[in-house]
């Protein structure tokens, strides 16, 4: 069979059917049996939460080519309207999988623990009693029955928003009419909890408001009713020529609430005449409609996972320690510009902590005498970030402190436009990037007066500044005084915050101004070194891989003999496997207890290794239309240690899955003593070093 040439569609899996693998990959964590209960009920709720972003931004983005008219074809060889049913098919498929773990197995063995998710049928006369009451009580004040027809027009639906719809009959009139009534679940929760204290019952809001419609509608026949949920277009594009890009940001994170509707789920035995009528008022098309067979939204599992107790249903808690080099002496704190002087720090998240690091640092520098400026850009941070508070003590302080929030970070736009309010109140120098690209690089850099010279310290990670997602997600940190890396910071932190067009840079790698370049160049030096019969090989760890022309680089060194492992979480576009083109390519896929963040990218040639880091993956949307940074690394100890975890990522087969020539991912289930699981062995590293070295725990 002849290899079909580069640019050939077959070459080149679907974004976003790829996306919707990675999906799979985290419900067959909900469904894996030796994963603990509330942990695979945890796993539901992260699938339904993830598919509703993927239709509020991805879905809406292709429904905006076809009502656009653009039928154009991507590498893959799909028009928009042949990926948007292909989706819905794929999405209707999983939904499937996920109701019958949900439904047939997660809530029968909650069950016996004494977590009773019951339907409202189920419960006893004293219970539902109790049910009753608290409808009564709380439940009943806040809802507003809205009625359509009868001269009133169809109330507008909230994004993400439960309701339930009820056909109505007037018993004088025999007019039939349709009624919709929202779940206040943000006001009361998704449950009503009862029972006793070695027993929760928790009945769906929902069904306590469809049990008690006949006081929302009294002396009316309630015929019928269903349950039912828009998801609606939540992307936008904001002009960066606007006068006022804070005001401009804020207005669309008002218009998003009024999207055009992407899709409508209702409850599959919802009756036809209600259904009908829904998809009528919203304008709907049947590709836009999905028919659910159980509870809708399951994203709202995650309140199950927060009850109270059941060490025993989740994995065991992990506390971050401190990282070795940063533990300082008995009863004296590490000095982190001490430290750094001397050679380079990895910080390894969540095995490391966020908090004896990242935090500790900044605030070391904020009450440095001696530090001269702090800068940090900021794309999502958490709502109590104590780095947003040691930035403003540093500025109290009469420290140059510069903040670059990334206002256009989507669903975390609020957030940033509230903490940079704040910052500009108490003297912060705030600024939103270049206009036209995302900020999406991860920098803190502290200029420091030491002697008659200042140094620059630079923090170049591969996640957010977040506390809260440090503790949840893989990433690594590069602490560094490196003078030409930290120089290259400082440059381009100028280019954020002033007006200038530095596209070059001494070591680091900084897109849109030539990363993918410098990507293809590695790739072309490790194709010259095997034909140069050294030992040549390409180790890379991502969230995505979609850009093609760094696909075809790696076709290419795979065809000219380079051996070649990706580790990609999310999204590949390659396909690994077909002969005479990417047989020496492996794709695997880790997904486990933490959120596989961090993206590294390794060229051995010879007896070298030359290993970057940072905040892009190798997507055209990160190499583009995004400022990112990639810092090379230059110490061997680190380097060794980001060697290490490649390694051992590669070598897990209890949370990988293998990518096939065919596009079908492929869980690796070994037996016996032969079991890796790099999540586990990294604890178990990280907690050996401490005890060691010594170190304080952090919590």
């Not at 109790?130 to 169809?154: K, N, S």
Request: charged letters at 30%; glycine letters at 6%; a negative charge.
């Amino acid at each position: 069979m002849k290899t079909p040439e580069l640019g050939d569609p077959s070459l080149y899996f679907n974004r976003e059917l790829s996306w919707l693998d990675f999906n799979q990959r985290v419900l067959e964590l909900a469904e894996d049996p030796s994963v603990p209960l509330l942990e695979r009920v945890k796993f539901c709720s992260i699938y339904a939460s993830n598919l509703d972003e993927f239709f509020m931004v991805r879905v809406a983005g292709l429904w905006d080519q076809v009502d656009a008219g653009i039928d154009a074809r991507g590498p893959d060889g799909f028009s928009p309207r042949e990926q948007i049913q292909a989706i819905h098919s794929r999405a209707l498929e999983l939904d499937r999988r996920l109701h019958d773990c949900f439904d047939g197995v997660l809530r029968p063995e909650l069950r016996a623990e004494n977590i009773n998710i019951a339907s409202i049928e189920s419960l006893g006369k004293k219970q539902r009693a109790q049910v009753d009451r608290r409808f009564e009580e709380q439940v009943f004040p806040a809802l507003t029955p809205l009625v359509i027809g009868l001269g009133r027009p169809f109330p507008y639906i909230s994004n993400l928003s439960l309701s339930l719809a009820a056909l109505l009959r007037d018993p004088e009139t025999s007019t039939r009419v349709l009624a919709r009534v929202k779940v206040p679940k943000e006001l009361l929760g998704r449950f009503v909890e009862i029972g006793k204290d070695d027993e929760i019952t928790l009945v769906p809001l929902e069904e306590v408001i469809a049990a008690n419609l006949g006081m929302l509608f009294p002396g009316v026949e309630v015929i019928d009713h269903g349950f039912f949920r828009v998801t609606r277009d939540a992307d936008f594009t904001v002009s960066d020529e606007a006068d006022d890009l804070l005001e401009a940001v804020q207005e669309e994170i008002r218009r998003r609430r009024f999207g055009e509707v992407v899709r409508l789920e209702v409850s599959e035995r919802m009756n036809p005449e209600l259904r009908d009528q829904l998809v009528e008022v919203l304008h709907l098309q049947e590709s836009e409609v999905m028919d659910i067979g159980g509870l809708l939204d399951l994203a709202d599992l995650g309140d199950v996972v927060k009850v109270p107790g059941h060490a025993d249903l989740r994995y065991a808690p992990w506390a971050p320690v401190t990282q070795p080099r940063l533990q300082g002496e008995e009863d004296e704190p590490v000095d982190f510009f001490s430290v750094i002087r001397q050679e380079d720090v990895l910080v390894h998240l969540p095995y490391d902590s966020f908090t004896s690091s990242v935090e500790r640092f900044i605030n070391q520098a904020a009450r440095d005498p001696d530090v001269l400026a702090i800068k940090l850009t900021v794309y999502r941070t958490n709502e109590d970030s104590p780095l947003i508070s040691a930035l403003i003590r540093a500025s109290e302080l009469g420290k140059q402190v510069v903040c670059m929030f990334e206002l256009k970070a989507r669903f975390d736009e609020q957030a940033n436009i509230d903490w940079s309010k704040r910052l500009e109140e108490v003297g912060v120098h705030v600024t939103y990037g270049i206009p036209g690209l995302k900020t999406h690089t991860k920098a803190l850099l502290v200029a420091r007066r030491e002697g008659d010279q200042v140094r620059n310290y630079a923090h170049i990670g591969t996640g957010n500044y977040h506390s809260t997602t440090a503790r949840l997600y893989t990433d690594f940190g590069l602490f560094t005084g490196n003078e030409e890396i930290a120089s290259d910071v400082a440059e381009m932190f100028n280019v954020l915050t002033g007006y200038s067009r530095q596209s070059t840079y001494r070591r680091v790698l900084v897109s849109p101004y030539g990363m993918r370049s410098q990507i293809l160049e590695q790739i072309e030096a490790t194709v010259e070194a095997h034909r140069e019969d050294r030992e040549a090989k390409i180790w890379m760890k991502m969230n995505s891989l979609v850009d093609r022309k760094c696909i075809d680089a790696l076709y290419e060194a795979s065809r000219a003999g380079v051996e070649i492992e990706l580790n990609v979480r999310g999204i590949c576009c390659l396909r690994p496997g077909v002969p005479g083109l990417s047989d020496n390519i492996r794709v695997v896929s880790v997904v486990g207890a933490f959120l596989e963040h961090s993206r590294a990218y390794a060229f051995r040639r010879g007896t070298e290794w030359s290993v970057f880091i940072g905040s892009a993956d190798l997507m055209p949307r990160n190499l583009d239309s995004r400022v990112e940074l990639v810092t090379p690394i230059d110490d061997e100890t680190v380097r060794g240690q980001i060697l290490d975890v490649l390694e051992r990522c590669f070598a897990d087969n209890t949370n990988s899955w293998v990518l096939d020539s065919s596009g079908n991912w492929s869980r690796l289930s070994p037996e016996g003593s032969d079991r890796r699981n790099v999540q586990n062995e990294l604890r178990e590293r990280h907690l050996a070093l401490a005890e060691t070295s010594k170190p304080q725990v952090v919590g």
